[in-house]
């Protein structure tokens, strides 16, 4: 049973290492010792879903009996496993993440899905109510439904970058504890800060078509904002409102400011 669960983590982990020389150098380097006396296939091995970088979802593909499925099945099961807490499925081909996909993942606490995904179903991430830290950039996101991350509660950190996100208002509601939030190289066309929670930290958002940085309530009690890049936009001015007193450092070049309000 130990020896499953081996298998199970290390899979995981390697969605980068293409060729036998890599494969090998990380059984010799991660495997124990004890386990290296038997024959390599018979304890790890890697799917040719993840060896080929062409996964279509994510898939962990137990390793041992002949009763073992030959295929890949979705990472999260009713049975699947529950004390998973790092997935790293970065630089394939997902397409699609549904609530099915990482079912059962209620102690993750990193998720990277940083790969060609079109489309987060709405409930997906109800699944997984620990993540801390959720990557989902360099996708090709268009729209977030406003309660895609209600149930991330406890999500400090969150990469939106590289998608074409056009809008998040309403996105991060419950995140009370959110503290780096990166939406850059997306199509934004505006932000107020009433989008984000006061407990964020750091901020990017450059690389948009943002024309101003509003705060249509006049918020700054509270924040705890202290680097904003929004470099690479389409600003034309900064007024009081737009630069929080919390704020240590603001990147703004390249844009069409023309005149900064004190």
Same mark, same amino acid.
């Given at each position: 049973?130990?020896?499953?669960?081996?298998?199970?983590?290390?899979? &995981?982990? &390697?969605?980068?290492?293409?060729?036998?020389?890599?494969?090998?150098?990380?059984?010799?380097?991660?495997?124990?010792?004890?386990?290296?006396?038997?024959?390599?296939?018979?304890?790890?091995?890697?799917?040719?879903?993840?060896?080929?970088?062409? %996964?279509?979802?994510?898939?962990?593909?137990?390793?041992?009996?002949?009763?073992?499925?030959?295929?890949? /099945?979705?990472?999260?099961?009713?049975?699947?496993?529950?004390?998973?807490?790092?997935?790293?499925?970065?630089?394939?081909?997902?397409?699609?993440?549904?609530?099915?996909?990482?079912?059962?993942?209620?102690?993750?606490?990193?998720?990277?899905?940083?790969?060609?995904?079109?489309?987060?179903?709405?409930?997906?991430? *109800?699944?997984?109510?620990? %993540?801390?830290?959720?990557? &989902?950039?360099?996708?090709?996101? #268009?729209?977030?439904?406003?309660?895609?991350?209600?149930?991330?509660?406890?999500?400090?950190?969150?990469?939106?970058?590289?998608?074409?996100?056009?809008?998040?208002?309403?996105?991060?509601?419950?995140?009370?504890?959110?503290?780096?939030?990166?939406?850059?190289?997306?199509?934004?066309?505006w932000f107020d800060y009433a989008f /984000?929670?006061?407990?964020?930290?750091?901020?990017?958002?450059? *690389?948009? #078509?943002?024309?101003?940085?509003?705060?249509?309530?006049?918020?700054?009690?509270?924040? #705890?904002?202290?680097? %904003?890049?929004?470099?690479?936009?389409?600003?034309?001015?900064?007024?009081? =409102?737009?630069? =929080?007193?919390?704020?240590?450092?603001?990147?703004?070049?390249?844009?069409?400011?023309?005149?900064?309000?004190?």
């Open positions: 049973e130990p020896d499953h669960f081996i298998t199970i983590s290390i899979m &995981i982990v &390697i969605t980068h290492y293409q060729n036998d020389h890599l494969y090998q150098h990380f059984y010799k380097s991660f495997i124990p010792s004890h386990l290296q006396q038997e024959t390599p296939s018979r304890h790890f091995s890697i799917s040719p879903t993840f060896r080929d970088n062409r %996964l279509h979802r994510p898939v962990a593909q137990p390793v041992g009996g002949e009763d073992q499925p030959s295929s890949g /099945v979705p990472l999260g099961t009713q049975h699947s496993r529950p004390t998973l807490i790092h997935f790293e499925a970065s630089i394939n081909i997902v397409g699609t993440i549904g609530r099915k996909d990482i079912q059962g993942l209620k102690k993750l606490t990193f998720l990277n899905l940083s790969n060609d995904i079109s489309k987060i179903d709405t409930a997906t991430f *109800n699944e997984t109510p620990s %993540l801390h830290f959720l990557d &989902i950039s360099k996708n090709r996101l #268009q729209t977030l439904d406003q309660s895609s991350f209600a149930a991330l509660t406890n999500l400090t950190d969150l990469n939106l970058a590289d998608n074409e996100v056009e809008d998040f208002n309403g996105l991060l509601t419950t995140q009370m504890n959110l503290q780096h939030l990166n939406i850059s190289s997306n199509k934004l066309h /984000v929670p006061n407990s964020l930290r750091s901020l990017d958002i450059h *690389n948009n #078509q943002i024309d101003s940085v509003e705060n249509y309530y006049s918020l700054k009690d509270g924040f #705890q904002l202290e680097y %904003l890049d929004a470099s690479r936009n389409r600003i034309k001015s900064l007024g009081v =409102l737009s630069l =929080l007193p919390s704020l240590k450092t603001i990147v703004i070049q390249e844009n069409r400011i023309s005149d900064i309000h004190q």
